[in-house]
Nanobody, 118 residues
Framework: VQLQASGGGLVQAGGSLRLSCAAS????????MAWYRQFPGKLRELVAV???????NFARSVTGRVTISRDNAKNTVSLQLDSLEPEDTAVYYC?????????????WGRGTQVTVSS
């Protein structure tokens, strides 16, 4: 399984970005697809997740500013980031996961840098 993310870049505060991720190598949709981010020197943290049944969850810091969507048939997931703040500057990672044999099996894409200027 490979995840290919795109859409990062530099944006001014208050602007928007859309991150996209396509998963290849799996014939079936993933139980979860998500976006994480990592600040320098910090652990990776969840931004938003969407299950294959449509359940979503968001980090409190982005609630109301972020939309996550996915196409189960195509195994793609997108993250719409609005009203961006300099504090959103981080490397964003696409994640896909399946619950197999009692545990989560995670797949990760390479990170994409999002930089928000003030």
């Amino acid at each position: 399984v490979q995840l290919q993310a795109s859409g990062g870049g530099l944006v001014q505060a208050g602007g928007s970005l859309r991150l996209s991720c396509a998963a290849s190598g799996s014939r079936f949709s993933f139980n979860r697809m998500a976006w994480y981010r990592q600040f320098p020197g910090k652990l990776r943290e969840l931004v938003a997740v969407r299950t294959d049944t449509g359940i979503t969850n968001f980090a409190r810091s982005v609630t109301g500013r972020v939309t996550i969507s996915r196409d189960n048939a195509k195994n793609t997931v997108s993250l719409q980031l609005d009203s961006l703040e300099p504090e959103d500057t981080a490397v964003y990672y696409c994640n896909a996961a399946n619950f197999e044999s009692g545990r989560w099996v995670d797949y990760w894409g390479r990170g994409t840098q999002v930089t928000v200027s003030s």
